[in-house]
């Protein structure tokens, strides 16, 4: 059983203004003004760790706008009131910390 508290707890130290919301009874965590590296350059967006099953995937990573140059298979979905993109990306395992999620999900856009 994931500590939601523990995980969340390392990824606020990660990322102070992360905030964790809840929807559908499932843990969200909303990293405003996240910056790292897409495509070879410095990106900074809000992102969205979804780090529970979702779509037809075990975790997600939503973003808040596409990155053209990392491929068309981005899909547009409603979290937190609001449309998000992510990429059809699926070899992110939820057996993992949420820190271990949030950066191997951003590999498949680097």
Same mark, same amino acid.
Do not use: F, Y
């Given at each position: 059983?994931?500590?939601?508290?523990a995980e969340f707890a390392r990824?606020?130290?990660l990322h102070p203004g992360?905030?964790?919301?809840?929807?559908? *009874? /499932?843990p969200l965590v909303l990293l405003p003004q996240f910056t790292f590296v897409?495509?070879?350059k410095n990106e900074t967006m809000d992102l969205l760790l979804h780090p529970s099953p979702h779509s037809g995937y075990v975790t997600r990573l939503f973003f808040e706008r596409q990155i053209a140059a990392? *491929? /068309?298979?981005?899909?547009?979905h409603r979290l937190l009131e609001r449309m998000w993109w992510t990429l059809s990306y699926e070899k992110v395992q939820p057996d993992q910390p949420w820190t271990s999620m949030l950066i191997n999900h951003l590999a498949s856009v680097t």
């Open positions: 059983m994931i500590d939601t508290a990824i606020k130290s992360a905030v964790l919301h809840q929807e559908g *009874g /499932k897409a495509d070879g990392r *491929g /068309k298979n981005w899909g547009q």
